[in-house]
Nanobody, 124 residues
Framework: QVQLVESGGGLVQAGGSLRLSCAAS????????MAWFRQAPGKEREFVAA????????YYANSVKGRFTISRDNAKNTGNLQMNSLKPEDTAVYSC?????????????????WGQGTQVTVSS
């Protein structure tokens, strides 16, 4: 199995940027498709972005397309989420997740491994 630890969250003003990181340990990171989800208070967990094992394909929720960029470095066992032009509605706990294989899905229950999450707060 793989262990995931997020970092990089914080407080930022609207229009600002943050870069989240996800450090993986355990089994070979390149075996897993990686994704980011977020959950705001009182709301369900929401898909944000995903990237295939080799990094050749990326997928985004419509709400973040053009503002967020997902990436990964398999040699360093890390994944990243660059978030630009942040809005107050982006405020949430952001978690990275991994699943075996290269099948992309927005359904959080189909991911096998999760980090503990990192808080992102965007002030207006």
């Amino acid at each position: 199995q793989v262990q995931l630890v997020e970092s990089g969250g914080g407080l930022v003003q609207a229009g600002g940027s943050l870069r989240l990181s996800c450090a993986a340990s355990g089994r070979t990171f390149s075996r897993y498709l990686m994704a980011w989800f977020r959950q705001a208070p009182g709301k369900e967990r929401e898909f944000v972005a995903a990237i295939t094992r080799s990094g050749s394909s990326e997928y985004y929720a419509n709400s973040v397309k053009g503002r967020f960029t997902i990436s990964r470095d398999n040699a360093k066992n890390t994944g990243n989420l660059q978030m630009n032009s942040l809005k107050p509605e982006d405020t949430a706990v952001y978690s990275c997740a991994a699943r075996s294989g290269d099948y992309y899905t927005t359904s959080h229950w189909e991911y096998d491994y999760w980090g503990q999450g990192t808080q992102v707060t965007v002030s207006s």
